[in-house]
């Protein structure tokens, strides 16, 4: 019954257009649009420092103020100052004769651009505060004539830059794969994917319903109990076929397309026993969201909806160090955090003692809700009867 069950289903899913695009086409789009978007992000931020300053003969040493600017990635070409995403600078009378004596509140005026994220609108503050230290640094040198007031501007510069680096005091640690975007987002919308397997588990149990043959399985010498176990095993097994074209897709072809480093999985048994986790973990919670519905537009709107809420608090959408304490420990509870997790620690190189953490909490939380899915189809087929 079993191999019958699988063969239905997955000649159903591959027969649905829909189904398809839900569970390949989907996440691997998401899967290299952020993968895209969060490997350009870093070039895309610094293309955006545009500083346009003003005031600049007010200080003696406006051209120092502007190169160290510029020695911080910050644009400060007259050109765009009509651009949108350009900020203004304002510098005070005399700023730079009171900076060493502490002198002065309010010498500069920061005006940044209400076009630009939170994330650049926090690196330009900090990176017009490191231009300042590096001023105040070089005024301090000339003060004390380690640096030699006939040498040239760029000389200077490269002194006093030179002198602010603190590089050497980091020791330099070898490149791993979490240095690699795409670890970022592909297990994310990997694990997104594989928990929509809800839509094709809810229509099937939605047109077993209304077409009659859950009624006529009531006549055969079956329990509920064993179809419903039946089913659960050859989701399962379209869900690990899912998963294993998702790996090829997101961990070789992906990178390889975007010029990244491919993602190289931990070891075949461990990568087995992560992969059958998450299909066992996603399809557990597809039943019990597929025993709940009662009707194609609850179908869509529950399974899809509650797929992508937990996404967006699972640290998907928005990064969990930035969230709320509250939205960061209900992202910590949610079975898809712990599904990407695992994907994330199988690429990383490293297992940790987390990993089997997360797979007995994956697994705990799939009994639940296979149990309590059982017991709500239990219940509807008993009050199910001929129309």
Not at 5 to 30: G, Q, W, Y
Not at 316 to 324: A, N, S, Y
Not at 346 to 357: D, H, K, N, R, V
Request: a neutral charge; glycine letters at 4%; aromatic letters at 8%.
């Amino acid at each position: 019954m079993l191999i019958h069950t699988l063969k239905k289903e997955a000649r159903l899913i591959v027969n649905d257009l829909h189904s398809l695009a839900v569970l390949l086409l989907m996440p691997v789009m998401f899967m290299v649009i952020m993968t895209m978007a969060s490997s350009q992000s870093q070039q895309n931020i610094q293309q955006n420092l545009l500083l346009s300053v003003e005031g600049k003969s007010n200080s003696q040493h406006n051209l120092v103020m502007i190169k160290l600017l510029q020695a911080q990635g910050f644009n400060t070409d007259h050109d765009l100052q009509a651009a949108k995403l350009v900020s203004q600078l304002s510098i005070a009378p005399k700023f730079d004769q009171q900076i060493l004596m502490r002198q002065g509140s309010s010498q500069l005026q920061l005006s940044i651009s209400d076009h630009l994220a939170p994330q650049t609108r926090l690196l330009m503050r900090e990176k017009v505060k490191a231009s300042l230290a590096q001023l105040k640094l070089y005024l301090y040198m000339l003060d004390t004539g380690d640096l030699d007031a006939d040498e040239t501007i760029d000389k200077q510069i490269e002194m006093v830059i030179a002198a602010s680096d603190v590089n050497y005091l980091i020791a330099e640690t070898p490149e791993q794969a979490l240095h690699n975007p795409a670890l970022n987002s592909i297990p994310a919308w990997w694990v997104f994917g594989v928990y929509f397997i809800v839509l094709p588990i809810s229509l099937t149990f939605i047109n077993e319903r209304n077409n009659g043959t859950l009624v006529r399985l009531k006549t055969y010498p079956i329990s509920m109990a064993r179809y419903f176990y039946n089913k659960a095993c050859a989701y399962t097994l379209v869900s690990l076929v899912q998963t294993l074209l998702l790996a090829l897709i997101g961990c070789v072809v992906i990178p390889y397309c975007l010029g990244l480093p491919l993602l190289v999985l931990n070891s075949v048994l461990v990568s087995l026993l992560a992969f059958v986790t998450l299909s066992v973990a996603a399809i557990s919670f597809a039943l019990l969201l597929a025993s709940v519905v009662s009707s194609y537009e609850q179908a869509i709107v529950v399974g899809g909806g509650v797929n992508i809420i937990l996404a967006a608090l699972s640290g998907f959408m928005v990064p969990l160090e930035i969230m709320p304490a509250d939205l960061a420990a209900f992202a910590n509870a949610s079975p898809m955090y712990w599904s990407a997790q695992l994907l994330r620690q199988l690429m990383g190189g490293a297992i940790e003692p987390s990993f089997w953490q997360y797979s007995v909490l994956l697994w705990s939380f799939s009994l639940l809700c296979f149990m309590t899915a059982l017991w709500i189809f239990n219940k509807k087929m008993r009050n199910l009867t001929w129309n």
